[in-house]
């Protein structure tokens, strides 16, 4: 990490290995699912979840349910909800989450927030609410930041173009909200910045998204739409923080408007 106290080290590095970097360091993470986890997360708080509980298992998101029965169970397996849940991983679903308790389970997204539980802060992000994503580390003062695109769980080889995508989306809104006030400095990750700082620049974000591997699975399950909702930027205020670890669950809060340095997890 850079000695310089205004200087703010930058990182993109995918999926497990992001996962422990950030907790290792200690340094911010971003965990980047764009398709869709992140996205539905953001929503879900945006419409108003009293409370959104993440489990890596669907296993432990139905114990968690038979001890709030109350709560909706959110999430997906193979793109779809898991038999017995109320909804899926969709963000357009996500307003019939307001004012309740919210169990949520992803293939991957759920288990990469989990596994990077001890960054300093812990964030979901996309594009969808990237600008809030970017205030809040600055608002936190963060010196480092490690940017992780999810990818697919047990599969890195898996080409996760839209998660790149959205992580150096979020890259770029945070290098130019830095300029003239903090120095970024880059550490791993910076040649796939420049690739795909390039090719949103050339094909755009949404088209991104559109020809991702991940869309042509939603697509075989016809969420689509998703594909399309979940490719806009700056939709969404709310920020979803990992504030509280119990067993396996993480107590997510919305940290928006908040100063950066409340509810973060420690370990």
Known sequence: MTSDAKAMQLHLIP?????????????????????RASATAAALLEHGAKKLMVTGTVE???????????ALLYGERGGLP????????????????????IIFTTTTGAGRLIAAWGALPLLMGSTVNAASVVQYLLAAAVP???????????????????????ATYIAMMLC?????????????????????????????????FATAPHAEKLRAVAKEGDVRFC??????????????????????RNGHGQDGKTGVSDG
């Not at 999926?15 to 398709?35: T, W």
């Open 15 to 35: 999926g497990n290995d992001g996962c422990r970097f950030a907790s290792r360091q200690k340094a911010a993470a971003v965990i980047v699912d764009a398709l």
């Open 60 to 70: 432990d998101a139905f114990s968690l349910k038979a001890a709030l029965p109350d």
């Open 82 to 101: 898991p038999e017995g849940f109320d909804y899926g991983n969709s963000p357009q679903e996500a307003i019939n989450g307001r004012s309740r308790h």
């Open 144 to 166: 480092e930041v490690a940017l992780v695109p999810a990818g697919l769980m047990d599969d890195p080889s898996f080409n996760a173009q839209e998660d790149w995508t959205a």
């Open 176 to 208: 130019e909200a830095c300029a003239g006030h903090r120095t970024v400095v880059w550490g791993r990750g910076h040649e796939e910045f420049l690739e795909y700082q390039e090719r949103i620049r050339v094909e755009g974000v949404a088209s991104l």
């Open 231 to 252: 490719a806009q930027t700056n939709i969404y205020d709310a920020v979803p923080v990992a504030c509280e670890k119990i067993g396996a669950c993480l107590t997510v």
